[in-house]
């Protein structure tokens, strides 16, 4: 036997063997998308609506997504704040909220014992329908959200972040961040916030994901108790599609440090992208893996020019970016970002070698199962293939698609959607040079 074969067949034999969950699904009396899989190692549910509610729909109106979702558990029905907080907290259950570009999220722990699952699902349910948000609640949250951005202001990663996005998106929904502006944001009224709720908190603009010590019977209950209370609605109008870059551009912040911020990319993938995989077991290679990935070997390790090189695709439903980023001292951020470029420039020309391609992928398939190892993590992965309209087999099949993957497909996507000559770069530092 060659010492190759032995190689993957010792491979194979030592990846580890294990069942990916089922997932259920089905629509609700209302219309929402439900998705659900039974977990029955401990008493416990975990419930996560997700509504095509996040920043993308702020439109003129920017950070009423995110001030929207703060001010759901600021009171419900004839319930203040604090006695949801309360009512959470006495029955040992967690909820949440969150918002992003895509999406908006309220997430419910519990146990399922009835005494305590119902009376949950119940406030959960009220502030789902029923959000009041208080005129004094409003403007707290509005000050904390400003607070929040004028200390990004204070940080040079951050300032990078908002430029890169700015350049890269223009005038597209994506390009500002979640938190609005300070301008937009003194613009808004709690009746902006309200309206939001009503047009976007509705059945048909969600996706339920349940993991849990449930039946499908009792699942679909749950659902219905947590969701049946909204109006069916409309689900969200479709997003134009993303500008293509036409050319690089390069913006240079002057910022009172030592170190110089560096962001270079350009448009990625999206989640559903026929390039997906090739694109994210090549970038593992490229950027993605930590210390042994090819930019921090370079950067890092040969050159001493960085403590940190990274890459990493942030797909959404339409093309996020792509993005390569570090930090380095102002003297050698222009040598950081020539050694980054050519890097770059190298891998899109010869892709990997198979000893990376075959190191990446037992690196990605040997550490997929971590991600999905708590009904926590389950849950998330879960909302996120329905709200991306995933296939219901793509936790199942997620190791053979990277096992499929071949250094030919690397090079071929890479050449095909990563063009040198339309890169976004920004550098924050104290004598960075336009």
Do not use: C
Not at 293 to 309: C, D, M, N, P, Q
């Amino acid at each position: 036997m060659s010492p190759k074969i032995l190689v993957i067949l010792l491979w194979v034999v030592t990846t580890p063997i294990w069942a990916a969950p089922h997932i259920e699904h089905w629509l609700t009396a209302n219309g929402a998308r439900v998705y659900f899989i039974p977990a029955e190692e401990l008493p416990m549910v975990d419930v996560r609506v997700v509504f095509d509610a996040g920043a993308a729909r702020d439109e003129n109106k920017l950070g009423l997504a995110q001030l929207s979702s703060a001010l759901l558990p600021e009171g419900a029905g004839n319930l203040s704040a604090d006695a949801i907080a309360d009512r959470f907290d006495s029955l040992g259950a967690q909820f949440g909220t969150d918002s992003a570009r895509d999406m908006a999220v309220v997430s419910l722990r519990s146990l399922t014992k009835p005494e305590v699952l119902l009376p949950a699902l119940e406030t959960t349910a009220l502030i789902l329908a029923k959000p009041t948000m208080p005129e004094e609640a409003f403007e707290r949250v509005r000050k904390q959200m400003e607070s929040a951005l004028q200390q990004q202001q204070q940080s040079p990663s951050s300032l990078a972040s908002r430029a890169f996005y700015h350049l890269l998106y223009g005038d597209y929904p994506y390009a500002h961040l979640p938190l609005g502006t300070l301008e937009g944001l003194a613009r808004l009224t709690r009746d902006d916030a309200l309206a939001f709720h009503q047009r976007y908190y509705v059945a048909s603009n969600a996706v339920v994901a349940i993991v849990g010590a449930l039946d499908r019977g009792q699942a679909e209950e749950l659902a219905e108790k947590v969701i049946g209370g909204l109006p069916a609605g409309e689900s969200a109008s479709a997003l134009s599609p993303v500008p293509e870059i036409k050319n690089s551009e390069k913006q240079a912040i002057t910022y009172p440090s030592t170190q110089t911020t560096i962001i270079l990319g350009t448009l990625g993938i999206r989640r559903a992208d026929p390039d997906y995989f090739p694109l994210y077991v090549g970038n593992h290679i490229l950027g993605g893996n930590g210390l042994v990935s090819r930019i921090s070997v370079e950067l890092r390790e040969k050159r001493g020019l960085t403590y940190s090189a990274y890459s990493y695709f942030v797909p959404m439903r339409h093309y996020g970016p792509y993005v390569l980023a570090l930090q380095t001292r102002n003297e050698q951020a222009e040598e950081a970002l020539k050694v980054l470029r050519e890097t770059l420039k190298d891998f899109i020309a010869t892709g990997p070698s198979e000893k990376e391609l075959q190191l990446a992928k037992e690196s990605i398939i040997g550490g997929f199962p971590l991600q999905i190892d708590s009904n926590s993590k389950k849950v998330q992965h879960l909302a996120m293939i329905g709200f991306y309209n995933l296939p219901l087999d793509y936790l199942e099949k997620f190791s053979s698609q990277v096992k499929a993957v071949t250094t030919a497909q690397i090079r071929a996507a890479f050449r095909r959607r990563v063009h040198l000559d339309k890169m976004i770069t920004v550098m924050v530092g104290g004598t960075v040079k336009g």
